[in-house]
Structure formats: C-alpha cells, structure tokens
C-alpha cells in the first residue's frame, strides 16, 4: 500500500490469493470513513450552494420589491406632479381671466370717467341755464307789459304791408288781420296764444311769396275773372273768355292791360297753378325791382 496524497488515503493493493491481508479490516474502515467525508463536503457544498441560491433569489425578491417600491413611488410622485401642475395650470387661467377683467373694468372706469367730467360740464351749463331762467323768471312780469305793445305794433305793421302789397286775396287777409285784434281784445285768450297767432299771420305772409296759386274772384267793376299769383313776383288775370288779360302794376297801384301775346302764357300759369299741367317755363311781363 502506497500513499496517494498528504491526506489519510491509501492505495490497496490485493493480496495473492490465498494469502491473508493482516491489515485489511483496518483499510477498509478507513476508506469509509474518508467516502464519509467525502459525501459529507459534497452534501456541505450542495447545501452552500442551495443557499447561495436561495439567499440570491431572497436578494432578488427583496431587490425587486425594492424596485416596485421605487416605481410606485415615482409613479406617485409624477401623479402628485400631475395634480400640482393641473392646479398650477387653473390657478393660471384664472389669474388670466381675472387679469381680462381688471384691465375691463379700468377700461370701463376710463369711459366712466370720461362721461362723468363730461356730465358735469353739461350740469354746470344747465346751472347757468337756470341761473338765467330765473333772472328772466324775475322778469316777467316787465315782459309782459311790453309783449302786448310789440304784438299791436306787429299787428299794425303787418296791416300795412298788406294794403301796400300786391292785391291778391286781399279780402281773406284783411279778415286774418281783423282777427289778430279780435284776438288782443278778448280777455280768454293769454298772451302766449296771442303772440302765436299774430306769428302765424306773419308765416302766412310769407308762404304766399313762395307759391303759385289761382282763384276766381271779382275786379272793381263787378267783373268775374281768373287770377293767378306767381308769388309776389307777378298778379294777371284774365276774363273767362281769354279775350282779355291784364297785369297787376305796383308803381301804379293799377291793372295794365296785356297783349294777346300773353293771353296763352297766362292761361298756361292758371293751368299750372290749378295742377292741371305740370309746371313749365312761361314768358310773362315782371317788373323789375327798384334799387333805391
């Protein structure tokens, strides 16, 4: 028997046969115990590495529950972000919509403002415009004691202007005039319906230097004729049967008879101002004013 190694195993070799090995019992409870050994440090590997295993796994398992920790923390830590960003992004809009309606309302203060100074610009004219009403209010009185001189000296004035006027209608504006004095006498009618009549009057007066207009009426010799008016410019008239026609002469106060000339372009104007014919352009003898 010869050593293999520093350790306690050795090599056996057979013994002849039939020759008896006095030390083989003790050989063979020795290699049992070495192969106990042996499969003792092969169970002791296999279990270290059954725990390795085990205890690497256990790392991983803790590793990766770590891991879903860290995610779910994050994931937690992005919703909270999410959540603070929403509120930013409202808190956002509704600084911008307040801001919308501050610079609304300075714009609207601006204008108010602006109509306020101009309110009261308008508030201190009516002051002024009541300062005066009342000084005029003081007044009346003294204005109406010179109204009614001023109304009978219009109406004396507008009476003579008709008797030196062209003598159209003059009948119906005399009789206008009879009644502005009826009106001065009666004692129902105030002072401001007088005045309105007598400037009524006036008006009339004036209306009729702007118009055309024909009537029928009677001369001085109890002749029935037509006259027409062409405003104070030109007074003709002319006898039913067209055989005669005359225009009126303010410098003379007279009718002065006219041409058969115009005896066409008078029934003309009478048919022009009757509405007859629409108005057209006629040849007719006017006076020519007087520069004095």
């Known amino acids: 028997m010869q050593p293999l190694s520093g350790r306690d195993l050795y090599l056996v070799e057979p013994a002849a046969q039939g020759t008896a090995c006095p030390t083989g019992g003790a050989v063979e409870t020795q290699v049992g115990r070495n192969m106990d050994k042996a499969k003792v440090k092969r169970i002791a590997v296999s279990t270290a590495a059954a725990a390795s295993v085990l205890l690497g796994a256990s790392i991983a398992q803790a590793q990766d529950a770590r891991l879903d920790e860290v995610v779910k923390e994050v994931d937690r830590s992005n919703l909270i972000a999410q959540q603070s960003q929403q509120r930013i992004?409202?808190?956002?809009?509704?600084?911008?919509?307040?801001?919308?309606?501050?610079?609304?309302?300075?714009?609207?203060?601006?204008?108010?403002?602006?109509?306020?100074a101009q309110q009261r610009r308008v508030i201190a004219e009516q002051e002024n415009e009541i300062s005066k009403i009342e000084i005029s209010i003081g007044q009346i009185d003294e204005i109406?004691?010179?109204?009614?001189?001023?109304?009978?000296?219009?109406?004396?004035?507008?009476?003579?202007?008709?008797?030196?006027?062209?003598?159209?209608?003059?009948?119906?504006?005399?009789?206008?005039?009879?009644?502005?004095r009826d009106a001065m006498d009666d004692p129902n009618v105030n002072d401001p319906e007088r005045f309105r009549v007598v400037l009524e009057a006036y008006k009339a007066e004036v209306q009729y230097g702007r118009t055309v207009n024909a009537y029928e009426g009677v001369l001085d010799d109890g002749r029935s004729v037509n006259f027409v008016r062409l405003g104070r410019a030109g007074f003709y008239y002319q006898t039913k049967d067209g055989r005669e026609t005359a225009a009126w002469d303010g410098d003379t106060q007279s009718w002065q008879s006219l041409g058969s000339e115009y005896a066409t372009p008078v029934r003309q104007l009478l048919k022009m101002a009757r509405r007859q014919v629409p108005l057209d352009v006629v040849v007719l003898p006017v006076k020519a004013p007087q520069t004095k």
């Open 144 to 180: 109406k004691r010179q109204v009614t001189p001023l109304m009978l000296e219009m109406i004396e004035n507008l009476e003579e202007f008709v008797r030196a006027d062209v003598p159209f209608q003059l009948d119906e504006r005399l009789d206008r005039i009879a009644t502005l």
């Open 89 to 116: 992004d409202g808190i956002a809009d509704a600084t911008s919509q307040l801001f919308g309606e501050y610079k609304a309302v300075l714009k609207t203060n601006a204008g108010l403002r602006a109509y306020n």
